[in-house]
Nanobody, 123 residues
């Protein structure tokens, strides 16, 4: 088990950038693959990005590839999501999650979740 706390959400204009952070505690951070999901009102929670325990490999949803970058700093027990060229359709609550599996992209493979942080993109 690992405890996760997201931060960095807020209001940003379309075309702008925002960086989300997720700080982990309670278990060894380097044992986990770390991912980001998002959920808009009335829609299901969808996969955004995931990275391996070392940060050496990653995968992205087609909708964000080329605009978002996932990274991690294991010395700080933190994973980041750098978001650029933001669009109104990126508006959602963004969740950080931890998994023992290699580069998972299915919600059921993540056992620990943060509380979420709201990202709102205005046109």
């Amino acid at each position: 088990q690992v405890q996760l706390v997201e931060s960095g959400g807020g209001l940003v204009q379309a075309g702008g950038s925002l960086r989300l952070s997720c700080v982990a505690s309670g278990r060894t951070f380097t044992n986990y693959n770390m991912g980001w999901f998002r959920q808009a009102p009335g829609k299901e929670r969808e996969f955004v990005a995931v990275t391996t325990s070392s940060g050496g490999a990653s995968r992205y949803a087609d909708s964000v590839r080329g605009r978002f970058t996932i990274s991690r700093d294991n010395a700080k027990n933190t994973v980041y999501l750098q978001m650029s060229s933001l669009k109104p359709e990126d508006t959602a609550v963004y969740y950080c999650a931890a998994s023992p599996h290699t580069l998972p992209n299915i919600r059921g493979l993540f056992g620990d979740w943060g509380q979420g942080t709201q990202v709102t993109v205005s046109s």
